[in-house]
């Protein structure tokens, strides 16, 4: 109501473009990724393998997933694994499953294979295939990493900008009735 009521009436055009932005995001929430968004292919960090992002949350089904979103170059994403593991671990065991998705360029594959190794997080990390032509980063508005992005037991986008781990307190279970 708020956006209808005041898009495109405010007087100075940077808070027109914040409200089409704030809006945006909010659209976003409690709605699965878009079919382009789920095509989009991703590499095994592990293997090799190539899954689209939709088989890949279709694996994690009845779990809430926290994607982080981290690039090997990223002091803050790299230290946020690290003091972040004890909490993943009790969040997953509390039916949470972690991703880990690089958004180096995919022409850094064995940086970031290196980079996932040395974290512990190679066998639930991803780098995104084509990254110069990825929707995905643009979709979720990533402008800075680490970046959490919080589904629910659905696949449904609960939160664009999920507190770090290491600050969760307790795991709230989002289910959509």
């Known amino acids: ?68 979103n981290w690039a090997s170059w990223c002091g803050p994403c790299k230290h946020e694994i690290k003091i972040g593991k004890k909490k993943i671990q ?3 065991n509390k039916n949470m499953k972690f991703i880990y998705i690089s958004l180096d360029r995919g022409c850094d594959y064995n940086k970031a294979k290196e980079s996932a190794i040395s974290l512990g997080i190679c066998d639930q990390a991803y780098i995104i295939k084509d990254d110069f032509k990825s929707q995905y980063a643009k979709y979720l508005a990533i402008n800075n990493i680490p970046k959490f992005i919080l589904l629910d037991v659905n696949g449904q986008i609960q939160n664009l900008n999920h507190i770090f781990p290491s600050q969760i307190r307790d795991v709230i279970t989002y289910k959509k009735n």
């Open 1 to 68: 109501n708020f956006y209808a009521k005041y898009s495109g009436k405010m007087m100075d055009k940077i808070y027109n473009d914040l409200l089409d932005f704030s809006y945006d995001k909010y659209k976003k929430l409690g709605n699965p990724f878009p079919a382009n968004i789920l095509s989009e292919k991703l590499i095994s960090l592990v293997d090799s393998t190539e899954i689209s992002l939709k088989d890949l949350l279709d694996k994690y089904k009845g779990k809430q997933i926290m994607i982080d």
């Open 90 to 92: 009790e969040l997953e």
